[in-house]
């Protein structure tokens, strides 16, 4: 059974977009420069313009919208803060984006339950901004300011994820707009519920391909007593892994623990001014009670002496660790400053954190022997890097070495029981390795897309495709 | 669209049980004892035997089996150890069930990675018995020895929920043979991943509704270098409730947080000799490093001054610790041996913690005004509560009183956005509530399982009925 989908006809399209436009007025936009922005992420990925853009403002106005989407079988894309990393947002068969990112406000802090609801494009930042006075924080943080909506559509991580888990398991509710147009709330605001099927879970990570997601409600944490942070030199990647596994394994409860490459460092300190010396490094932060924090970067020191890393260098100021982060957040920036001119294949693979070490030094291997600069960061906690490389989108050979790098860094993960991507998601970017990673799972991924969206209108040629 | 489900035919039944028993020889049982044994669970509801029991060994035997079933249009009811309490093994359209008994092998501890891969049919303490040279542990723990299959099918958790989660974040990736006998792993072993629709919480709490799971990969916590546990009486549940609130909310880590009121602790006084004070009581544990869990200890005990608690009653011995949470778990038991002749009508809800004093008290009036035994004893930590009836299945008018109870129950937590389940399970036994919690999402819910289960062979009459 294919997900065949063409582009729809001009009157189709037309004839939509006059009923959109009776329902949005001026918030509907087919300026090229709107809808080509709407298209492209920050990666080599060449996106497609949508059709038109719409800013919505509610709920009801996205339900509306995909009913007319659904009647006219025009696809429908959501869209948050644009910084996707698989090519999510691009429309190759045309179609509306649904942009989102005028629905930002929260509407709920429920401090004693420790949650919150928020419509959809609330960026991460703001809500910890609002959230400052409550004692209250949300932890995932991807390296962009993402939006909820869009942070929840792609099952997103981040660095605090070894601690806190990854918006799959923080994310408790949510309400989306199904093919049909029919609202739907996934659950209840209770913190767990063992009543009939998991919506809420198969909408986290279906990157706008089942629903669009109009509202979540997420779990929060207490902003911790304590929090200690600093970074710690090791002689080689090899060393720095075999820390970390060593830190998980004790149970020390670790907050973030990060490796940048000898390559990612330099990066970072010509970017950030950090002034680090040029050898793989682990970041590092706990959270706890003072007497917990002292106990856990106590643990944490005596492993790594013992991989022969260099003394804890703390960031003991709010500011220090505020600056350290920020240039852990913008590591891919960093990376591009170097590489003008090119464009960003970041990717990302995860596997059990017993063969990190493993995957992380042949990966290292297979980069020298291509002679590039391909920086590796990742959140080691959890088993998961990224490596960056930069192409010439112009230079087909350029592309091709690059995909060819990509197929082995996967193969690698699979064959290390892991997954293709940890946090960035399938998008069109990694529509090939699907299969070789649920095998037959992929026609049961097939079979539910089909249920739900029955027309392949929710951005389709993403995830699943024919 | 309706999931139309009828009994098939003579022939259709002797013709497949022929073809089964092909395949597993003396393991297919039609003895009346063997059925009707594999049809009926615990408590009140009137269980109707399969057609046949298969004693299976593996899952490519399992898939050869749901083969047959669906080529003669027959039910499929897996079972672990019949332990669930909303009649989810039961057989109402007749049918083969699939007693995974036997298929009880621990296949690989990763202590590297902290997890581990079983056959569906190993208990959750047979697990903790194999682990127990390895300083690992499986935290989740409902009353009964359940086998870990049927805690993934019924997204179980239980007393350590508050600190570890329930299944459904202890549920790494699983295998199960999916309704046209296709076998199906829903996840690779990394930690986290964004590859596509999360089939494993898709399968986590269906209920074999969806398919047969033959293998659980779980998630393995380190057992702590420190415990210690105790009980705290209260002058009355209102003071329980908001004391464990007030923890949640301290960000305290407790590990467990349990409360049983006056009619409860009375029960277990009885049935384990326990010498509580009969007033509404918690049990609690903490873990930790020594240090930790003193600090843990001494918070609570100050919230729990500040509630008008009696000072904490410590069991410092491991042998007492066990002895309590021993009591714990056999509550069911407890409440039983209290009304002989007549059959347990356990129930759950959970709401968010925020509401559960005024829950917990409300409920308790009920109880009250309606003159009956009905003790309450929850995992408060997560605002979830069970109340155990127990009724003679004989006398219409007492069930219909304890129908009408439950119908309350379940009005007042969906009121304070609670769920009709915490834990239990939808089954046969609260399918009526479904469509008041999810609304809309029941209709998507059915796609979900007309696409994976077309002729709706899965353990058919539960969560999703016509």
């Known amino acids: ?155 997103a991580s981040g660095t605090n994820a070894v601690r806190y888990g990854t918006m799959r398991e923080n994310v408790l509710s949510l309400n989306a707009v199904m093919a049909d147009g029919t609202l739907v709330r996934t659950a209840r605001r209770a913190r767990k519920s063992a009543a009939g099927y998991d919506l809420t879970h198969l909408l986290v990570g279906s990157e706008g391909t089942l629903g669009v997601i109009t509202e979540v409600t997420l779990r929060l944490h207490g902003i911790p007593e304590a929090v200690s942070a600093g970074v710690c030199a090791f002689g080689d990647v090899e060393a720095a892994c075999n820390a970390v596994i060593m830190t998980i394994q004790s149970g020390i409860p670790v907050a973030r623990i990060e490796l940048l490459d000898e390559v990612q460092v330099r990066c970072c300190n010509a970017y950030s001014d950090l002034g680090l010396k040029e050898t793989p490094t682990l970041f590092l ?13 106590e643990s944490f020191a005596a492993i790594a002496a013992e991989f022969g890393a260099a003394p804890f260098d703390w960031a003991t100021e709010a500011e220090d660790r505020n600056r350290l982060w920020q240039a852990r957040h913008d590591v891919f920036y960093a990376v591009q400053a170097m590489m003008p001119g090119k464009k960003g294949f970041a990717t990302d693979v995860c596997v ?27 959140h080691v906690g959890d088993g998961n890097f990224h490596v960056s490389l930069f192409a010439d989108v112009d230079d087909p050979d350029d592309l091709a070495e690059c995909k060819a790098f990509i197929d082995r860094l996967v193969a690698r993960a699979l064959a290390m029981e892991g997954t293709c991507t940890g946090e960035h998601g399938i998008g069109q970017g990694k529509t090939r390795f699907l299969e070789a990673e649920h095998g037959e799972g992929v026609r049961f991924m097939r079979l539910v897309k089909n249920a739900l969206d029955p027309k392949n209108i929710m951005n389709p040629g993403k995830i699943i495709t024919a």
Not at 4 to 18: D, F, H, I, M, Q
Not at 285 to 297: D, Y
Not at 352 to 375: F, H
């Open 352 to 378: 059990p954190i017993s063969r990190l070490a493993e995957c992380v030094s042949e990966t290292k291997k297979d980069i020298e022997a291509l002679g590039r600069i391909a920086p590796i960061v990742g």
């Open 285 to 297: 932060e706990f959270h706890g009670s003072p007497a917990s924090v002292k106990e856990q970067s």
């Open 1 to 155: 059974m294919a997900i065949a989908r063409t582009k729809p006809g001009v009157n189709a399209v037309n004839s939509a977009l006059e009923a959109i436009a009776a329902l949005v007025g001026e918030r509907l936009s087919t300026a090229r420069a709107v809808r080509e922005q709407h298209g492209q992420d920050l990666t080599w990925h060449r996106g497609k313009p949508p059709d038109a853009v719409v800013f919505a403002q509610s709920a009801d106005e996205i339900s509306g919208i995909v009913k007319i989407c659904a009647e006219h079988d025009l696809p429908v894309i959501p869209y948050g803060t644009g910084t996707s990393l698989e090519g999510h947002i691009s429309a190759p068969y045309g179609g509306v984006c649904i942009d989102v990112s005028q629905m930002n406000a929260v509407l709920r802090v429920n401090a004693h339950d420790m949650d919150c609801t928020v419509q959809p494009g609330v960026t991460r930042k703001q809500l910890n901004e609002y959230l400052r006075d409550t004692g209250l924080f949300f932890p995932i943080d991807p390296g962009a300011d993402a939006s909820l909506g869009g942070m929840t559509a792609t099952r």
